[in-house]
């Protein structure tokens, strides 16, 4: 449809009008270069997913770095590595107690953690993907900010991985996660897994995924939280969505064809 309307949009001046069939010939060279663009056009470097906890935008932001050699940028993966590190400060510990109790962290911390990581990326000429990065509009917007700062706010997309808020609450809930590697894996009732089928390592529940914390998550990251944020990207054009209730693979197959 998006090169249709540039077809249209773009059509040639009427002298050219040789025509073939109904069709002019300068009709059919715009047709053809258009149909080709979004196949030549250069993937976008700040590739944002959005959705609500356990919509599966943690797999596929990770399925998309390593394809394309993207950096990966999961806020929740890099605040859980604040707990090994010695040395907390005031804000750090103060974070890591707000996960725990299911609330987002201070803006600034996240902004800490991620604007100097996305300028190392970009700077060893990589594209990033951003998950879970953006929870509020106030980031958003200020990352908005550092990517016109930095010119690449042309070169942002977001994804939506849309999942209804009782599907996020019953996926949170019901899953276990690798204390070693991160692997997630559901939990299967009949036969529920204790190691990882990717390293061995001991399946765990995370702190976060207990259901009273699941709870206010959902509420607090789910859907409804997350339309201003929809509506932000909205705005700039730059809104795109999949459905996450699909399989990973489907899920993965749409995403690849907005990227
Ligand atoms: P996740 O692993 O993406 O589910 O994130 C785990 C937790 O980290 C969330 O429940 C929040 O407490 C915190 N967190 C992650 N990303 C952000 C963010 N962009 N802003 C604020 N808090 C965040």
Redesign the pocket.
């Known amino acids: 449809m998006a090169y249709l309307s540039h077809f249209f949009a773009f059509s040639p001046p009427p002298e050219r009008t040789v025509r073939y069939g109904r069709v002019s010939a300068g009709r059919l060279i715009y047709l053809r270069i258009f149909a080709t663009l979004p196949f030549i056009m250069p993937m976008k470097k700040i590739i944002i997913f959005l959705g609500p ?2 919509s599966g ?2 797999t596929q932001a990770k399925i998309i770095a390593e394809k394309y050699n993207y950096g990966h940028l ?7 590595a604040l707990q090994t590190k010695k040395n907390l400060t005031a804000e750090e510990t103060t ?1 890591l107690a ?10 600034e ?2 902004y800490e953690l ?1 604007f100097k990581e996305i300028d190392r990326y970009i700077a060893n000429g990589q594209g990033v993907v951003l ?6 509009v106030a ?1 958003a917007k200020e990352y908005q900010k550092f990517f016109e700062q930095k010119k690449l706010d042309s070169e942002v997309i977001a994804i939506e991985v849309a999942l209804p808020d009782a599907e996020s609450f019953n996926r949170l809930a019901n899953r276990r996660v690798c204390s070693a590697c991160g692997e997630i894996v559901p939990i299967d009732p009949a036969a529920p897994a204790t190691t990882c089928p990717k390293c061995s390592g001991e399946f765990v529940t ?1 702190a ?1 995924d207990v259901p009273a914390v699941v709870e206010k ?1 959902v509420r ?2 789910g859907n409804v939280p997350l339309q201003p944020i929809k509506d932000f990207y909205k705005k700039l054009g730059v809104l795109k969505v999949v459905d996450g209730t699909q399989t990973i693979q489907k899920v993965d197959q749409d995403v690849q064809k907005l990227i």
């Open positions: 906890p356990g935008k943690g999961s806020t929740g993966d890099l605040l859980r974070a707000e996960m725990k109790r299911g609330r987002l962290v201070a803006d911390l996240i991620v998950d879970g990065a953006i929870r509020n980031q995370r976060d998550r607090e990251q």
